[in-house]
């Protein structure tokens, strides 16, 4: 739980702040470099220099699919680039029964030792100068063999880890690992004793990689949490009882997207979608978008486009294959639709096959659901935007962030049983799921909570709110000079 600043030693960490530098390291995936490079901005706006570190093709990446800033313009956030190595070729398996981004794995391991000397000789440089007495490096959980050494290295040097899944996701899987002992409250209990099989979720490659991510021991001074206690308070409140992370110190300081903060006039460029958006009544569009690690095999984009046409409901459909390791370079797979599909349903739907501006889809009043793979950021997006989730899940922590979706929060409904993930999904399964958050008493009480729940979130982060609070505790926590004098206990 984090300690809120009080008015008499806020005054005086405010002048120490010049003296601390943040250096950011992102796990290089689209899902990780977005929501880090969103807590970049939120810090920089405490008058700390921040420093995100990355290949240059990734710090390109980051920059060109953030939503709602130009990270450009962001005062004290400077962008440290690497030469990007060359990465295997790589193509995705559309076909595959499996959606787990394995086609991705070897560029991690291609650079993942890139980070080190780079990384190295910045903190060297920042250590070195005689006005910066700290230097914080915030770092993705999945980035912890490359920091490890460098934290032992320098004696001015703090490391804080950051979660970029959702706590409920965290406490399962520490749950089931020791036994199930933990005594919850009874809707908890049964919710996790129901909870999707962690089958199929990851890869043995990449489990192996997670291993020795939490061998290297949990020797940071903090827990940094994408998530915000208004949604998930219980959950953070087990994590922390668990020790799961091993420090006392822990923030939730999510949801980290600019959803509170941007203008709605911010779009870089005029949009098809969001032209035809402005056409549509009120909660009458279902998004339907996948993110950037999921294919689909034409037999899946067949189902899901019958199924949407089926449903008579009006749609923005993003259909685009997965990111392969450089999304600047290769050619891109165009799924086929169904012969005459896109002239059929010309009058209610719109397919766009480029980067779509999610978050400005979904803030539009014409939106009143999300068929989603249910990656966290989308989650956290739509949930702040009071649009409610039709949850579809691939891979990774998705299966359970669909359980906090549709069980915990109630705001969503199942489209894809994980226990059948072996399946296609069928028209007949997407027709009904739609209708059922489109076009029924059930998904008009679920706007009505996730409304709720978006005005609750969004109180939080203004100034003496809760989530507010909760960055002004961690700032002024690494803001204070004396590094022993503040290490957790």
């Known amino acids: 739980m984090a300690d809120y600043p009080t008015p008499e030693n806020k005054e005086k960490k405010n002048g120490a702040r010049q003296e601390v530098a943040v250096v950011a390291v992102s796990f290089p995936a689209q899902s990780h470099l977005n929501s880090l490079l969103h807590l970049c901005r939120r810090i920089s706006t ?35 680039e690497f030469p990007t190595p060359p990465f295997p070729k790589i193509s995705t398996d559309s076909n595959s029964s499996g959606k787990f981004p394995s086609h991705l794995l070897p560029m991690f391991m291609e650079i993942l030792p890139r980070f080190h000397e780079p990384l190295l000789t910045l903190v060297k440089k920042l250590s070195a100068e005689n006005d910066i007495k700290k230097v914080v490096i915030v770092f993705d959980a999945l980035m912890t063999s490359v920091v490890h050494d460098i934290h032992q290295s320098f004696p001015n040097v703090e490391c804080y880890s950051f979660q970029s899944i959702p706590a409920f996701f965290m406490y399962s899987f520490f749950w089931e690992a020791t036994g199930k002992r933990e005594i919850l409250p009874a809707d908890a209990a049964e919710i996790m004793e129901q909870l999707p099989s962690m089958e199929g979720c990851f890869s043995l490659e990449f489990q192996k990689f997670t291993e020795s991510q939490r061998r290297d021991g949990n020797f940071h001074s903090g827990a940094i949490y994408n ?210 958050l489109m076009a029924s008493a059930e998904g008009e009480e679920m706007r009505r909570r996730v409304a709720e729940l978006a005005d609750s979130l969004k109180q939080s982060m203004v100034e003496g709110g809760a989530g507010r609070l909760e960055m002004d505790s961690f700032v002024d926590h690494i803001a204070c000079i004396d590094i022993d004098e503040q290490a957790p206990n």
Not at 48 to 54: D, E, M, R, T
Not at 68 to 77: E, F, K, M, T, Y
Not at 310 to 334: C, M, N, P, Y
């Open 46 to 80: 405490y008058n700390l220099p921040i420093y995100y570190v990355g290949a240059a093709t990734h710090i390109l990446q980051a920059k060109a699919r953030i939503h709602g800033c130009d990270p450009s313009a962001i005062a004290n956030l400077h962008f440290h």
């Open 227 to 436: 998530t915000s206690r208004i949604m998930e308070g219980l959950y953070l409140d087990l994590v922390e009882k668990s020790r799961m992370f091993g420090p006392d110190k822990h923030w939730a300081l999510g949801p980290l997207s600019a959803v509170f903060e941007h203008e709605k006039a911010d779009s870089k460029s005029p949009s098809e979608c969001l032209e035809w958006l402005d056409k549509q009544p009120p909660n009458s569009v279902i998004f339907v978008s996948f993110g950037t690690t999921c294919s689909f095999s034409d037999e899946e984009v067949k189902e899901l486009a019958l199924g949407l046409e089926r449903s008579e409901q009006r749609f923005v459909w993003v259909l685009r294959d997965a990111d392969t390791g450089d999304i600047f370079e290769g050619e891109v797979r165009r799924a086929e639709l169904p012969q005459g599909f896109e002239e059929r349903v010309r009058e209610r739907g719109i397919v766009v096959r480029e980067w779509a501006p999610q978050l400005q889809i979904l803030e539009h009043c014409a939106t009143g659901g999300f068929l989603s793979h249910c990656g966290w950021n989308s989650c956290l997006e739509s949930i702040s935007l009071g649009v409610p989730i039709a949850a579809w899940p691939m891979h990774s922590d998705q299966p359970r962030n669909a359980v906090l979706i549709t069980k915990v929060l109630k705001v969503g409904v199942e489209v894809r049983d994980w226990a059948r993930r072996e399946e296609v999904v069928s028209s007949v399964m997407v027709e009904e799921g739609v209708r059922r």
